[in-house]
């Protein structure tokens, strides 16, 4: 796919860790070239291949690139390829490892007013914009409402859930958890949902990039 000139709301380049390097909302894009323009740019190597991220109005685009020219204000971009298009922040769930907290357990009915406070460690299996898969050691019920703290993506990140499924684990002599949880998320705040669509995002692009040097080195023979 060839990125166009229009619809573009933010570029993001991602460093070799995963991290954004750049962020700019400022955006030139002509005959497979990208500028990206703004203040405090970390500077990048020339030629360096880098991912990129492209937010939309109605989806995600991710890309590669090579870097022409980097300065503290302006970033120049080679487009080397992009993937289609696609409504990722519904789409898209990732693996994750992340140990987080339940704060709250609130009622099982349509009712938000009952809640006790809780301070429940639960490691994640999954991420997506709909809704969280975790283990816990603590029994929840089948719709039973849960505020989790995720500080992986910001430390003051707070956001419900709905308990959709609930699996007893095998018990076995290294099994930390005794059950786990998939979940959908109850959320119309749309900083938050943006928030947690970059940071899907950028998992998967990190799991990628893990899994890609994996692979050279295997090829290597370091496996």
Known sequence: MVLGRDGFKKIELLGPSGKVIVSASEIV?????MILKGNGFKLIPHQLEVDGIAYMTDGIVPFKANVTLSTNQQV?????GASSKEDRRSSLKVPTDAVEMVLEVRSTGKSRTHHMN?????????????GVGFMSNRPYFKHQKLLIQMCYIRQDFLIEAEVLRKTRLKQTY????????????LCNDELKNRMLC??????EML???????????????YY
Do not use: P
């Open 198 to 203: 970059e940071h899907v995002f950028k998992l």
């Open 118 to 130: 809780t301070e429940d460690e639960i490691q994640l299996l999954n991420l997506s914009m709909s």
């Open 29 to 33: 894009i002509d005959a497979g070239r």
């Open 76 to 80: 120049n971009l080679e487009i080397l």
């Open 207 to 221: 799991n990628r990039q893990a899994e890609e040097e994996k692979m050279k080195a295997k090829s290597r023979g």
């Open 174 to 185: 290294d099994q930390k958890y005794k059950y786990s949880y998939g979940c959908r998320f």
